[in-house]
Structures are given as C-alpha cells and as structure tokens.
C-alpha cells in the first residue's frame, strides 16, 4: 500500500509541478497565446519539469549503473568523483573563455563530457593495482580524486576573474533554470539513449551484478560490455552536468528506494528506476520553486539535504 501512496504522490507532484512558482498563473490564461501566462508556462515552466524529468532519468540509472557494475550499494558517478570531473571540465572551458567550438558544440559541454570520460579511464585503470577493487578501495579512490578536482577547480577560481567565479559558483551548486526548449530536448535524448543502452544490456548487467566469473561462463565479454555502458553513461552525465552543474545524491537513493518497493533483479527495476529518478527531482525541485526565497535556492542543497543523511543511513547498515 506505501508503494502505491509514493507512486501516486510523485506523480500528482510531477502534473501540478508547473502551476508552482513565485507568479501565480491563472488556468483560463494559460492557453491563451497572448497573454504572459501562456508565455510563462510554456516557455519556462514546463521545459523546466521535464528538464528535471529527464536529469532525474539520467542520474537514477547512472547510480544503477555503477552500483549494479561495481557491486557496491555506495557507488555512484557523485560518489565516485565522475561529476567533479565533468565540473572540472566545465571550469575550464568558463576559464578559457570558450564559446562555440565547431558547428554550435558548446565548449562547456564538451569539456565536460571528455572531464567525465577520462575519470572513469583513470579509475578503471586505478583499479587494477587494487586488491578489493570493487568495494571501499574503489570508493575511497573516487572520494580521493574528487577532491583532487576539487581543489583544482579552486585554482581556476583563484585565478578567474570576478565574473568568471561568479559564473563557477552559481555552475557548482547546480541548477536546474531553463529558458525554451533547447536544453530539455538535448537532455532528453540523452535520457532516451542512456536508457535504452541499459535496456539492451539489461540481461548482461544482471549477470554482472552476480560476478564477474559467472557472466564469463555464460560467454560474457565483461571487459567490453563494462566499458560501453560505462562509456554511455559517462558522455550522459558529462552532458548534464555541463547543463546543470552537480546534481548529488539522486543516483544515489532512487535505486535503493525501488529495490525496497519492488524486490526483482536487476533487469525488472531498470524502467521504474529511471521514472522514479525522475519524478524524484521533480519532487525536488517544486520543493525549491514553492520556497518564498528572495532567491531561487539551487537544487543541489535540496539533493544534498535529503541524500547525506540517506548516504549515512546506508553505511551504518553496511557496517
């Protein structure tokens, strides 16, 4: 019965989220091209729910992912320093000054991808000198090289002008504003692609989530197929966080919640994962829009607040 009572009060959540904010809209007005109702809900609101539809999406089943891949319930691309180097990346590019590098790629998101990328070479190749590689040796690894990134970020933002630090400070505690639909439809691809990457391989991440040794007896190369989702996964988050900035600790409690719900491999809880990912920081995010705030208070604090605790929760049970 809980699990129904959730289900329903996210996705009651998620239909009322546009109609939150510091305007208030009237209905009769929405529809009405003319008036700046209709512009505010068309071209604010509702690309801002789904921007945050598809965000939660991405970072549900990268948590998913990771945890399924490494076999340890802390593991998350957070966790593991993958989106301090996508921020890491994005610092460059705002450094650099970078703008459009070539047919409209934005510099920030490409630094941010490639930030992602070579953190999860770095740590698969860190790896092999650990003896207990996918348990805490491999989380205290990622926890040390995000805080290498760390204090290279505070580098650039020693060394970048005030608009530049400005720019860096609002980027890293993330944000989820958007104008038009451009970002929530390049987010939402990505989104699609992610899940589908895991959906096709749905049947492999089961067996990898058992051993490596028993998906080799089944024929498994696991060394690629680790490496392409962990590929996909890294360009989805680069992206996302080179939009958003770090968005923590979603990756890490929605996958735990939906095994809580619905007790099934690894291949059922993919899709209810994802939607529930989703519908999370909608959650979230509506929570900082319905706030009387002089100003907007960044969804990373709200994710932060409800997923420290929860990241206590899960090593006081591991222990």
Wanted: glycine residues 10%.
């Amino acid at each position: 019965m809980g699990k129904y009572l959730l289900w329903s009060l996210l996705i009651s959540v998620f239909i009322l989220s546009p109609f939150v904010g510091s305007v208030e809209l009237e209905i009769g007005k929405i529809f009405d091209v003319s008036t700046l109702a209709s512009s505010i809900f068309f071209e604010l609101r509702v690309p801002r729910v789904l921007f945050a539809f598809f965000a939660g999406v991405i970072l549900a089943l990268s948590g998913l992912l990771f945890q399924t891949l490494f076999r340890n319930a802390l593991m998350t691309p957070y966790t593991l320093g993958i989106s301090s180097g996508a921020v890491l990346g994005a610092g460059v590019a705002i450094k650099l000054g970078l703008g459009s590098l070539f047919f409209g790629l934005s510099a920030i998101h490409l630094f941010g991808f490639f930030g992602a990328l070579f953190s999860v070479f770095l740590l698969l190749y860190l790896s092999k000198f650990l003896k207990n590689a996918h348990h805490e040796s491999l989380l205290l690894l990622g926890i040390a090289l995000s805080l290498f990134y760390t204090s290279s970020l505070m580098i650039i933002f020693y060394l970048g002008s005030a608009i530049q630090n400005d720019m860096l400070i609002r980027f890293t505690m993330g944000s989820l504003s958007v104008i038009g639909w451009q970002n929530p439809i390049i987010v939402g691809f990505i989104a699609a692609v992610l899940l589908s990457a895991v959906y096709i391989y749905r049947f492999e991440l089961q067996l990898l989530g058992i051993s490596d040794e028993s998906a080799k007896l089944k024929g498994l190369d696991t060394k690629k197929t680790t490496r392409v989702l962990l590929v996909v996964s890294s360009f989805a988050i680069g992206t996302l966080v080179s939009i958003s900035g770090p968005i923590g600790f979603v990756g890490l409690i929605t996958p735990h919640i939906v095994a809580k719900l619905h007790p099934c491999t690894v291949n059922k809880r993919i899709m209810k994962t994802a939607l529930l990912g989703g519908l999370f920081l909608v959650f979230c995010d509506t929570i900082t829009r319905a706030l009387s705030t002089q100003s907007e208070l960044p969804i990373g604090i709200i994710t932060a607040l409800i997923g420290g605790p929860f990241f206590i929760y899960l090593i006081m049970r591991k222990k």
